[in-house]
């Protein structure tokens, strides 16, 4: 792929179902996996159990035992351990075998691949990839998910597309001119150019920091809506997005003139910070995890709701188009794009995704990635 | 493939995966074209969008926009033009974009491609392949449509099935008497033999005529259903067919012994024109465009109604077996038919399909191709 | 495939998509075939038409019609023979074409396949193989689906899911403990080793007998439900095993220490015969017959309602679990199994069916295939 214009090379198809294993992806919102019971999710074409143990500590299994390849998840959780329901297999949080049923040895390879997991910001982090790479100093901060002075409520999108897509719409917010005309958009979204810059020094890797400012322009639908004060606003859009697929924004409006671009925010400010992540359940479909917290009126559970509503109506606009441009990559999966002015940001994205890609292929010895792989 | 039986050589499939391109097909009734909004239909395995103009015009475009596959039948036409509603670029009538948000440059390959389309006999007619060899001369009429002595209500029918089957099922009436004996067929349709014979001259290109007689025969229950006279009948089913799946009929029934085989149509005789046009959507699905126009009655529109809704019932029974026969074909893609003597007709048409595929594949150098190819 | 640890060698599927062809197999429970209309059934991936002819003898014919494919099954009985209702072709119970609507001559090759069939012991036996090998002194006993001394209700289930997963299921019963514990199992059924010997003398082909023993043990809940006694009970389950998927069941429970083992019965005790019997439908799907009948309270119509829906129960918690390993099969088909103790049965049925497959590719010489393929 030539990163200046995101064409691919002949014969390339335009979604690839290559993902990124080495990094740490959302699995869950800490609520979803709950202290009892368990959660099943696909991630990148692997099965996973999720459940607490009792310390409430989240474990993630391979949800298929190793016996039968049954689900664990039918199973039941045991104290800090999981029994397959299906012949009674027993495992520990690591994945070893603990029982099993009706005999005494335990052969070593009854084990079932735990995954190293994280709960930090309300998130269930995961690491797929390669264990010795599993740093937790490389998982994004996303402090205004449990901040006390943010609020927020979380939401989940289930999406039949490639995760790519989602990216793609995510790096281009010219979009939201035309999709989001009553929510998120104004007609000065696909009139004003972004500013985009590299971030090489990050312990989660490259990334991009992508900063719109509308000056004395309106307010969109959805801050009009929450707003305790009428007129022009200067508004800004400043994100940073991270491979795979993170996307963690400064959003708001504050009364135009009032120094909002020189870093001043007046406290009748609407100050927004919004999460959208995705992870790729398979190489179709895709997990959303997003949310959009508020600076203000704090103690307002129906505008941290109305927010909440506001974000997925948006979000639904987004999926109607999303999944019908993956419809027609389904006719048509060697479309070759035709770039605009507007795909800088996206293209960027999909370059560093594909370094990613060619670094961890270039590293898997055969050795090493037997280890990791499924 | 041999004509005289029909059956496909050893190793090939029953149902060919190739489309002829070359020819006008139907791709909707005028007034699913409406005067605001957009139609989207996939025709042979290509999305496309279809709109009306300023003047009435339709306009039909790939539903694919060239940025992001985004389809552009979700988005909004503005005058002559329409405009993708995920990042807004915006067409014109020829495919060209005319306008590409937040920037002044537009680049030459930032185009869809633009089908030649005709609206005529309440058809809306797309030419699928070679731009250069779409003359609107070689449209078949179908002056019933919309004729003062003619009255119809336009049917469309979605098939489940290959389009080859349904051509198959209108060349051999002698299903008539096994799938539809309440509604069009008698005991004599199975037992009359048709005359064929070629067409040759024909600007859509070579085709059939099949006659049939049923001399001093019982009316067909459809005909019974809207006659003002009783008893038996000289019944005639007079039909061409076209490549790719074009049947235009002259069928009726008069009092017996009243001159209708030598040409004689007496007042009373009941006379009929029919439509059934199949185009392919995809390799295993099919649009079925049909209608039955009557020449008697023209000021009684519930005699319309009741004709239209005696011909859907009719065609529910043949979208019922050949649907079964294409889940049989599934399970055995290679099947060998055993002929019969009423196979001719589709014999012949097997035959025509496949000098035209042989036809357009001769004539495509690569260069010529590479225009036409979606 | 190693039969001590059933692993199958690097590379195989876990699942076959090759079937055991000469042999029996059940299409149908006797009344699923009435004596007007027709059964459609697809077994080993070949569509089957049933009907009863004037004699009320069972007719097994390929349901696809030689001329066109369509299925006979929407067709009509008239008499001994079946009409395709697309154009009218008539066949006898051996397969040969009786007429063609049209047409004096009937070509030699207008036939379709006629299965061997057997009605007994109220199933409906069908040969899917090389006709000259079907002989029915090979079909296994199940007396007691119509004897006066036992009562039961036959059942069916439509599983997805290969058959070979639900042999697997019937042939390690310490899945009763986990998967039925409020139906069919203790918490010995996972504790109790089973023992398994090779039959070697069958006409049906090699199998296995598999004989589990409770001494001194609780009663099953589904036990529990009919008896008319209470306490401690010497508890049996004693079944044989065929390929390619036939189990049958010399089950019960009777009070401690009344000889059970010895060979003694009391009048008390519960006695039951069980069918379960799988015939593949496609490669991801099976049906499955199944019947528990009982030896006691024989006059009482509500006691084999409630021990039928106890199985029906059991057997959805079974569904629900098998259906569940296949989707996880379906991300990962070469699936390597960890073997437990309990896999000794299961794994030597696999060796069968591998050398049944094995010895049928060594007869077929092509010629003899070619006969016998669909």
């Known amino acids: 792929m030539n990163p200046e214009n995101g064409t691919p090379h002949s014969g390339e198809a335009y979604l690839s179902s290559e993902f990124i294993r080495d990094a740490w992806y959302v699995a869950a919102w800490d609520h979803e996996v709950g202290h009892s019971g368990t959660l099943a999710r696909t991630l990148l074409g692997e099965p996973v159990v999720f459940y607490r143990d009792t310390q409430g500590q989240v474990v993630a299994l391979a949800d298929k035992c190793p016996h039968r390849a049954a689900p664990l998840s039918h199973g039941r959780v045991e104290g800090d351990h999981i029994r397959c329901l299906y012949h009674g297999m027993q495992f520990n949080p690591q994945g070893a075998c603990t029982d099993i049923p009706g005999q005494s040895q335990i052969p070593p390879s009854a084990c079932v691949k735990a995954y190293r997991v994280v709960e930090r910001d309300r998130f269930i982090w995961i690491w797929m990839g390669d264990p010795a790479l599993a740093d937790p100093a490389r998982i994004l901060d996303f402090f205004w998910h449990d901040h006390p002075e943010w609020r927020m409520k979380p939401g989940y999108i289930h999406y039949q597309a490639h995760y790519q897509l989602v990216v793609d719409n995510l790096l281009d917010f010219s ?200």
């Not at 307010?219 to 929450?226: A, D, L, T």
């Not at 406290?267 to 910070?273: D, I, K, S, Y």
């Not at 479909?285 to 917290?293: M, V």
């Open 175 to 374: 979009h939201l001119s035309f999709v989001h005309p009553t929510t998120l958009g104004t007609v000065s979204n696909a009139q004003v150019r972004a500013q985009i810059d590299r971030l090489t020094d990050d312990a989660a890797g490259p990334g991009l920091r992508i900063t719109r400012w509308y000056i004395n322009d309106e307010m969109s639908p959805n801050h009009q809506r929450v707003a305790t004060f009428e007129g022009l606003v200067d508004r800004w859009q400043i994100y940073e997005w991270h491979a795979p697929a993170f996307l963690r924004m400064d959003a708001g409006s504050a009364p135009t003139g009032t120094g909002a671009p020189e870093g001043t925010r007046v406290p009748e400010a609407l100050q927004f910070r919004h999460t959208s992540v995705q992870t790729p359940e398979t190489d179709g479909t895709t997990h959303y995890f997003f949310c959009q917290a508020h600076h203000f009126m704090l103690d307002r559970p129906e505008i941290t709701e109305a927010i909440f509503q506001d974000v997925v109506k948006a979000f639904g606009e987004d999926r109607s188009i999303i999944e019908a441009q993956q419809r027609n990559l389904n006719l048509d999966p060697h479309f070759k794009p035709v770039a605009t002015a507007h795909d800088s940001g996206l293209n960027q994205a999909r370059f560093i995704i594909k370094r990613r890609l060619q670094q961890e292929a270039a590293m898997a010895s055969p050795a090493t990635r037997q280890k990791t792989s499924p």
